[in-house]
């Protein structure tokens, strides 16, 4: 009998990937589920984009291999952007390697710095593919803590008392996925400078500064920070491109190199018509940005009144793609209550206890749906809540 690799052993199927397929097999016309949990924006790229695209490929020429590290002309985009957004200069030549997308960053960045045995530091609750990867390389995964009480702020304090000797790694996520917590100046140049006193590489993932947020931030503009961060970005989310897999890492010239020794062995470069597409992307106005914000803002809204609905609580100072709420405390089971809404109305939310232990008593809702679909929800919530206290009232169930 032929068997796996022990590495896999050690991480489950990603989450939204079996959750996907269960929801596939109760999915119907007549009734449609109604999938309010994942991230992917269901709004179009700027026109530039796809017309970007289609002129490129138009060409026959441009179906071949390319770079392994891109075409200038997009790292000097990036470069141009970063400098815009972010008041942080990079050097297109040395500094930016593009990514499909950031996922793959975080396999590559992973395979190029962490030996076996070495620690990685991963928020709970945080990213799940943080926690995977650190595994599938040999790393021993170590948590810090983002609780609530600190309004899921990095506890310093902590992290400098710490023994961090075996730290090799440490991933950051500003705006925070799933807390949706802006990081602060003060935090992120504190986070550096412990990366420096302590000798490990911090790793920001920044997809989704420019989404609801007024003060995007680069942790490659602090001090010290060449010396010891990588930044991954990317056009999914802020761009309306998650299918395009188009990303990208930047940092020290020589971190930048250690990766593309891993990310050239795995793939033969990226397709030019996504790489022209992105430069158009990278290219827009302030105004386009401000549109697909205002969007954002009035679907949060009606995901407030649906919250509301099902008794959650939530800030009201959260930025980034999703809203992040605390069930309400009769809720015995986030993961029995939220496949309950699900089994019932059809409405799915995603339970927080993905993202970590301490995401247990939350849920995430994604704003990558359109008002109608939203307000369905909320009339079936709003229906099933009925459905519910009638019952309840009948036969005493406990909810």
């Known amino acids: 009998m032929i068997k796996s690799a022990k590495r896999i052993s050690q991480v489950e199927e990603y989450y939204f990937s079996r959750k996907l397929t269960e929801i596939s097999k109760i999915d119907t016309k007549e009734f449609p589920v109604l999938n309010l949990g994942i991230g992917s924006p269901d709004l179009p790229p700027s026109v530039t984009v796809t017309d970007a695209l289609a002129e490129t490929a138009s060409n026959p020429s441009n179906h071949g291999y390319q770079n392994y590290r891109g075409i200038l002309a997009l790292r000097e985009a990036i470069a141009q952007y970063y400098k815009v957004k972010y008041n942080t200069s990079l050097d297109p030549k040395s500094m930016i390697l593009p990514l499909f997308g950031s996922k793959e960053g975080i396999m590559h960045i992973s395979m190029a710095f962490v030996e076996d045995g070495d620690e990685v530091l991963i928020p709970n609750p945080g990213y799940p593919t943080y926690n995977a990867v650190a595994k599938l390389v040999g790393g021993k995964v170590r948590t810090y803590d983002l609780v609530e009480s600190l309004d899921w702020r990095v506890d310093i304090k902590a992290l400098r008392k710490a023994d961090l000797s075996k730290v090799k790694l440490m991933w950051v996520n500003y705006p925070h996925m799933p807390t949706g917590r802006m990081g602060s100046r003060n935090e992120l140049q504190e986070l550096v400078d412990i990366a420096k006193q302590n ?59 250690s990766i593309i020794q891993v990310k050239s062995n795995m793939d033969s470069g990226m397709f030019l018509g996504s790489q022209m597409a992105a430069i158009e992307a990278l290219k827009i106005d302030s105004k386009w940005y401000q549109d697909l914000n205002k969007v954002y803002s009035e679907r949060k809204k009606i995901v407030h009144s649906i919250l509301d609905e099902l008794g959650c609580s939530y800030s009201l100072n959260q930025s980034g793609l999703f809203v992040w709420a605390k069930i309400p405390t009769h809720v015995l089971s986030c ?5 309950e809404i699900l089994y019932s109305i059809k409405v799915f939310l995603t339970p927080g206890e993905v993202f970590g232990s301490l995401g247990e008593r939350f849920v995430r809702i994604s704003l990558c749906s359109s008002i109608e679909k939203f307000q369905t929800a909320l009339s079936r919530i709003k229906e099933w809540n009925v459905q519910r206290v009638g019952k309840s009232t009948k036969a005493k169930i406990n909810i």
């Open 335 to 339: 993961t029995e209550w939220v496949d």
């Open 199 to 257: 000798n490990f590489l911090i790793v920001n993932d920044n997809p989704y500064s420019l989404i609801l947020n007024n003060e995007p931030l680069s942790i490659l503009s602090f001090d010290g920070a060449d010396e010891v961060a990588l930044e991954l970005n990317s056009l999914s989310k802020s761009h309306n491109m998650a299918g395009w897999r188009i990303g990208w890492v930047s940092g020290k010239s020589e971190f930048i190199d």
